[in-house]
């Protein structure tokens, strides 16, 4: 798979997965997993001061050959837990001094995932396990070998693959694994075929090294599916530490919800309550950033910074860019109480330089809240609100320290979930999801009717929408459109369209049959004939024909 290099100052094309940096302007790249993660790790790696101890404790751990398999860091909203996850994939990569944590060097990462909210294939626990495996294919030959093996013994599960040569006695060299198709196969058992089987086979074959996989924000994978999530997928396949080889560690990063906690178990370390120099960090963070004062003033106010965030790098980093210049506008200041005072503040200020009313902003605010992937355009968004994009951009420039996305043409995304999270719940500048929802489901029914016809014209649809269009529906309850999309022509242009075709598909279709399979069920826990049957039964045959398809459909 080839990409363009991801800094929009740069056009330069055709970098594979394999590529560190870009050969034109020699900046690093993050690709993994089918994912391009260079703007996060990027930022989230940017300014990073600190949280050696943290490392020390990684360390200690991967050199315990009797450690546990998973090391879990915990920590609150905006205390940094993807930053630390960010500098540890560049210290694997060597692209940071790693000598202090001998461990951690040695071992490096065989693969990464940095799990966004709305973000699905960052989510889906089934695609987890699929790129995880075909990275370790890649990184390790003899896993690639075993893969090939797995899936000719399972009809379920579909490698391909290019072999290079045969060497003597006919042992494959040069194997390359193209695609992996896991069927029907829940998350769960598609973990023991084409991870846990391959990899047992390795140790048993005389293998040795330690592989850490690293999952960051693994709280944020609740939002896919309650039942059916990387959560709960961690959690079975650690639970019994037998089934697995002690070489296989994950490091997950995690806000302690208790959803998390309770199947995880409690975190090995957490990054406020444990720290034993959090404020320091933050402070020297804080002081390094106000270069600009002086003595003592620098030195209190990143004093005051620190304690009043409890330690927190984003709160710091808000107050920071926030902070005036003025040392008299400075001296008269008073700091937000917290991460969600700098929101509720921020807003306020906002709405009052350009005279407008939290009525007129919610609804752009409610569609960044709920736009998935990596968000919608100014004209999409412009579309959807019936709204000029110039008109658009003089509300979303000054959105843009709490957004992600390049100005002015976007696509935006809600950089933080805590801004996220602040505005599904605030009492005064909260968003309706549900309302934004079926705005953009609406906006997307109503440009792919043809007029003429009365029937979809699908190729009206952007990729967004192609990709999105079922979790839209299924969120404000438009079950009857939800289910209308299963047919041949919605299912051609999905994937025409789309990276993520046959998962994609397949995590849309369980949309309309987990919608139908709740109501079955709630029928016939009231005694009532369950007239979603049929349906019922039709997804599932045309779930079966899609398998049975999906050669024709995964390049």
Known sequence: MTRTCPYPDCDQVNLSNDDGACPACGRPVYFMGGHDYTELIADRAREFIGREWVFAAIDRWLADPAGQHVF????????????????????????????????????GLAFYQFCQ???????????????????????????????????????????????????????????????????????????????????????????????????????????????????????????????????????????????????????????????PDNLNDVQAYAYRRLAYLVEPQRSDWAKRIAETGEGNFLYARYVLDDLPADLEKLAQLTLPKDLDDVYRRFLKRELGRQGRTWREYRPLMGLLVVARGTGLTRDQLAGILAQRPSALESVLEPCMQYLNGPFPAGPFRIYHQSFRDFLLKDPVFQVFAGEAHTDIADYYWK?????????????????????????????????????????????????????????????????????????????????????????????????????????????
Request: net charge negative.
């Open 447 to 555: 440009i792919t009717l043809d007029q003429e016809t009365a029937k979809r014209d699908w190729s009206r649809c952007d990729r967004y929408g192609l990709e999105n269009l079922a979790t839209h529906l299924y969120q404000p309850g438009q079950f009857e459109r939800l289910a209308s999309l299963i047919d041949p022509s919605w299912m051609a242009a999905r994937f025409e369209s789309s990276s993520y075709t046959y998962d994609g598909f397949l995590a849309d279709l369980n949309l309309a049959w987990r919608q139908t399979h709740d109501e079955t069920l709630q029928q016939i826990d009231a005694g009532k004939e369950p007239a979603a049957l049929a349906d019922c039964v039709r997804y599932a045959l045309i779930r079966t024909s899609i398998n049975s398809l999906s050669a024709n459909y995964v390049p």
């Open 72 to 107: 879990f860091l915990g920590g609150g909203p905006g205390s940094g837990k993807s930053a630390i996850a960010a500098q540890l994939v560049r210290r694997a990569r060597g692209e940071v001094v790693a000598d202090a944590y001998p461990a951690l060097a040695k071992t």
């Open 117 to 275: 909210a709305q973000n699905d294939p960052t989510l889906d626990p089934l695609s987890f396990v699929k790129t995880l495996s075909l990275q370790l294919a890649h990184g390790y030959p003899p896993f690639a070998e075993l893969l090939i093996q797995v899936g000719a013994q399972h009809p379920s599960i579909q490698v391909r693959q290019d072999v290079g040569s045969m060497a003597a006695g006919g042992r494959m060299t040069g194997v390359a694994i193209q695609e992996l198709v896991l069927g029907n196969l829940s998350p769960r058992i598609a973990f023991q075929h084409v991870v846990r089987t391959p990899l047992v086979e390795m140790v048993r074959n005389g293998f040795a090294d330690t592989i850490l996989v690293l999952v960051d924000a693994l709280d944020e994978t609740l939002t896919y599916d309650p039942a059916d999530n990387l959560v709960r997928l961690l959690a079975d396949i650690t639970d019994h530490p037998q089934e697995l080889p002690a070489q296989m560690r994950f490091l997950v990063t995690s806000r302690p919800d208790p959803r998390v906690v309770d199947l995880m178990g409690d975190p090995t370390l957490t990054i406020v309550d444990d720290a």
